[in-house]
């Protein structure tokens, strides 16, 4: 709402109001003031001069505190109605008890007085042209009442049908308006209710975005690089992002994959609405509904663009797998191509009541598959809406891990849509893997981002003159080709592949296959329109469903349902699909096929209970069940060498991975350099006994089981463990892994019986006991895993257990 009259409070305004001494500047200063627009947000800050010289520009990078990827600016509310009202204080400070006030007939005729001048004012207030809600009458707003939102902030757990089918589930931290005490809406927020009107700011939106990449890279490399079709002027966002087969040119049909993509945003927008509705007592008038759908805005609206929503209504996870380069190593963590992507939409999807979060959890030196693929919902989140893949330089031609990786993101909870990053269009055996499954009923896309078939559109540093036509250089392209090269060669592209950094503080990784700051901002750059395009497309076809009903959603349920009941059938199809032919080349040994059905790793309920960081049960405090439950703020276990001092050695210590080095190397950094460090579970020797570990714990139990109607007696009861992976095959001594188990250097039971041998399943290892590969739990649903060494100064470190 233009005006903001939402604060008035038509008692207050009858306790202050004096008949006898009324004037026109004492009823002003009875009402809320009129809130000022907020000032347009600055553009982006531009990076910085690296150490060796500094830049002509004088721009400067952002700087982002530690906790800058969890932040942030928006709040979600806790959606939870109330059968309490608010009733009006039964004494004043002013009038004393509420029996008084009615002593004598002046001061009844003053107080009816006040209270129809307050109403008319009130009502003529709400009704001025540039308003766009209208208070309910004192009928409806006690009826209504009951659906307010709580004030409690919660960690709560969205019911299974919400995971599975709204695209919203999973474990938040959901907190009440901190702006609004009184839980109102904010006035602009019943706009979220208008589907024309949220897509005239989405696109508004993205416009700022285009208008801050024009400026960060330049016009004409900004057309270049980011522009996919120069006749459509369609953005790379569309262009160059595909499902397994790309269509022809002429083609007008939106592809497969494209389509599922649609449904799960356009699920995501009406999920705003039901939230909206369902918390916010107000109506849109049919004067606004008339004039959002003319194309003409007030003079003093066209100044600037339309504000952010105040509030969102829902969150929208783009969780990120792959390796050291996708991990931003060398970089800070906020530089990596997901922060970007993150940082450059979050503006556009706010103003559409969506909170974006990109989740950068790839890790350096790991594979997709097996730990991360079947352990995907312990690692990046029961809320994950994008799951995608760049794992394209550690699988190598392992194709049946990216295979195990997509089918596990199709029997996910939430069910996320599938991206994969640096497949290789070359690669047609990545492509088959994501056509089979694209046909089994899998949203997939993939996205190419080769930077060498991009490097046209980027400036030439040899080809320039002298230090003013270097100076000229937009600074997201300055230096970063030099010749047939990027971000490498002369004059000075590998000096300023890395934003500078305080004094002492070492980025480790900066080799040549990592990329640096500027190929992340490409990539992010064009990640954010791919998700902004689809957030336009997705309000387009809402748009096109409300034109008889001025830009109102009013059959909602009804739509939901139907774009659910397509998702249902895609699923349903995939659960029956059986393995992927890509899949078969799982590596199981000739024992463990005999009786382990490899279906089972590709759609069966799994659960993982692992230390590895990043992962959302660590940050959750879910595996340490901890009230530390934030991304700067968890349980980070104990050094190696504090646990083998510890007291309590009945009990598997959660071991911090020991990197003195890189400790060392960024102890003087402002900011996050990476989060992805190799935590382990260790049981050692000097425990002089059995360590236990129980498995799940209470919290986990409560997460991952209680709402889904699931438990550990649903598994097929198969048991794997994975060993923390020495670097390039060279472990320190006294480590002890599965080969040393089965040579009887370590033992190991589960609810005391003894594991017999350790199957090899690529990376992790297969459980089995005298009668084969089932473990039953115990009486609680629960697993005792045991760990006792033998070996002399030997340990243990286990990453993760993984029930099947």
Not at 32 to 57: D, G, V
Not at 211 to 216: I, T
Not at 507 to 532: D, E, T, Y
Request: aromatic letters at 8%; hydrophobic letters at 30%; glycine letters at 8%.
């Amino acid at each position: 709402m233009a005006g903001g009259w939402d604060g008035f409070d038509i008692r207050k305004a009858a306790d202050a109001f004096d008949a006898d001494a009324f004037d026109d500047t004492d009823f002003q200063r009875l009402l809320p003031s009129r809130r000022e627009p907020p000032a347009p947000q600055p553009a982006r800050p531009q990076p910085p001069a690296p150490l060796k010289t500094a830049m002509a520009s004088s721009s400067t990078r952002p700087s982002s505190t530690t906790a800058t990827k969890r932040q942030s600016a928006s709040v979600s509310f806790n959606i939870e109605p109330t059968a309490t009202k608010t009733m009006p204080p039964t004494a004043d400070k002013h009038h004393g008890p509420t029996t008084n006030t009615f002593a004598n007939t002046a001061g009844l005729q003053k107080w009816i007085l006040a209270i129809g001048m307050a109403t008319v004012m009130a009502v003529l207030l709400l009704y001025k042209e540039d308003d766009a809600m209208v208070i309910l009458s004192p009928k409806d707003e006690e009826h209504d009442m009951q659906h307010q939102v709580g004030s409690k902030a919660s960690f709560t757990k969205d019911d299974h049908s919400n995971q599975q089918n709204s695209g919203g589930g999973g474990w938040n931290f959901l907190k009440s308006n901190q702006n609004s005490p009184d839980n109102k809406c904010p006035a602009d927020t019943c706009q979220l209710l208008d589907v024309p009107d949220i897509l005239a700011k989405v696109q508004k939106e993205k416009q700022n975005l285009v208008q801050q990449l024009q400026n960060e890279y330049g016009q004409d490399a900004y057309q270049k690089l980011f522009v996919g079709n120069e006749t459509t002027g369609a953005s790379v966002g569309t262009t160059q992002f595909h499902g397994a087969s790309v269509p022809q040119e002429k083609d007008t049909t939106t592809p497969l994959s494209r389509q599922r993509f649609l449904r799960k945003f356009k699920l995501k927008v009406l999920q705003v609405h039901t939230q909206v509705t369902q918390t916010c007592t107000c109506k849109t008038s049919s004067r606004l509904q008339r004039r959002l759908t003319t194309t003409n805005h007030t003079k003093e609206a066209s100044k600037s663009p339309p504000p952010p929503a105040a509030t969102t209504f829902t969150r929208f996870v783009w969780a990120n797998g792959g390796h050291s380069a996708s991990a931003a190593h060398g970089n800070f963590y906020d530089e990596s191509y997901t922060a970007v992507m993150e940082q450059s939409a979050k503006a556009t999807f706010g103003v559409a009541g969506i909170d974006l979060e990109g989740r950068n959890y790839a890790m350096g030196g790991m594979s997709s598959g097996p730990l991360l693929s079947l352990c995907n919902e312990a690692v990046y989140g029961l809320d994950a809406d994008i799951i995608s893949w760049d794992y394209g330089m550690t699988d190598g031609r392992a194709y049946w891990k990216k295979s195990l990786y997509e089918s596990r993101a199709g029997v996910h909870r939430n069910r996320p849509l599938i991206v994969n990053v640096g497949t290789g269009d070359g690669n047609k055996n990545r492509l088959k893997t994501e056509e089979e499954l694209e046909t089994a009923g899998l949203p997939c896309m993939h996205y190419e981002s080769d930077m060498f078939q991009m490097k046209e559109g980027i400036p030439d540093m040899t080809t320039l003159k002298n230090q003013q036509e270097i100076d000229a250089v937009p600074p997201f392209v300055k230096y970063f080709r030099c010749g047939n090269e990027l971000e490498k060669g002369d004059p000075d592209c590998r000096t300023y592949k890395y934003t500078n950094a305080p004094e002492g503080c070492n980025r480790p990784g900066q080799v040549s296959w990592h990329p640096g700051w500027k190929a992340h901002a490409l990539q992010g750059n064009i990640m954010a329109l791919f998700m902004i395009d689809l957030l336009i497309d997705a309000l387009t076809e809402l748009e096109v469903t409300t034109k008889e009903t001025n830009g109102k959603i009013e059959n909602l349920d009804e739509m939901i349902s139907a774009l659910q009941s397509e998702e249902d059938a895609d699923y349903e199809a995939f659960a029956n699909s059986g393995v992927p032919k890509s899949g078969e080349a799982i590596e199981l040994d000739e024992e463990s096929a005999k009786h382990v059905n490899k279906s089972t790793f590709f759609h069966g309920p799994i659960f993982c209970h692992t230390a590895i960081m990043p992962a959302e049960i660590r940050y959750l405090g879910i595996l340490t069940e901890s009230q530390n439950s934030s991304f700067t703020n968890y349980d980070t276990g104990m050094s190696y060498h504090a646990a083998f001092k510890r007291e309590d050695k009945t009990t598997m210590a959660l071991v911090e991975m020991e990197e003195r080095d890189y400790k060392r190397q960024t102890a003087k950094c402002d900011k996050i350099v990476d989060v992805d460090h190799k935590d382990y579970f260790m049981a050692a020797q000097s425990d002089g006994g059995v360590t236990k570990v129980v498995v799940p714990n209470n919290m986990e139990k409560e997460v991952y089981f209680s709402d889904d109607g699931h438990s550990m007696s649903d598994m097929k009861g198969h048991v794997m463990v994975c060993f923390t992976v020495c670097p390039w095959g060279k472990c320190p001594k006294g480590n002890i892994m599965a080969p040393q188990f089965n040579d009887g250097n370590a033992t190991m039971t589960i609810n005391g019986e003894k594991v017999t041998a350790m199957k090899s399943v690529s990376d992790c290892s297969l459980l089995q006991n005298k009668e084969g590969f089932v473990w039953k739990p115990n009486s609680n649903g629960q697993y005792e895993i045991g760990v006792k060494v033998h070996q002399k100064n030997g340990y243990s470190r286990i990453t993760t257990f993984i029930f099947l």
